[in-house]
């Protein structure tokens, strides 16, 4: 099963921007729709934007669109959340995901998770 690190996680005020990468841990030839999901202190763990394989649609909650970008880069396998107009309320362990099955809003129809990265904004 394929593996993800995420990365580019950190503090920033709010305002701010962050982008996070998410790319697997082994070589892989996989091309399967990605996504972004969050988990803030106390709550369970929650969609922000997702991308099909070859990049053409993507989607969003409503909480960020307009500004947050997902946006993958096939020739380096790797997926990418630009995060703009940082709020506080966007504090969360941030989760790449891959391979949905059914309803990309759903965590649990996702096929295989990173471990996370840390987004904390101060206001």
């Known amino acids: 099963q394929v593996q993800l690190l995420e990365s580019g996680g950190g503090s920033v005020q709010a305002g701010g921007a962050l982008r996070l990468s998410c790319a697997p841990s082994e070589r892989t030839s996989s091309r399967d729709p990605m996504g972004w999901f969050r988990q803030p202190p106390g709550k369970e763990r929650e969609f922000v934007a997702a991308?099909?394989?070859?990049?053409?649609?993507?989607f969003y909650d409503a909480s960020v669109k307009g500004r947050f970008t997902i946006s993958r880069d096939n020739a380096k396998n790797t997926v990418y959340l630009q995060m703009n107009n940082l709020k506080p309320e966007d504090t969360a362990v941030y989760y790449c995901a891959g391979d949905p099955d059914g309803n990309y809003r759903d965590a649990a129809d996702w096929g295989y998770w990173g471990q996370g990265t840390q987004v904390t904004v101060s206001s």
């Open positions: 991308i099909t394989s070859s990049g053409a649609d993507t």
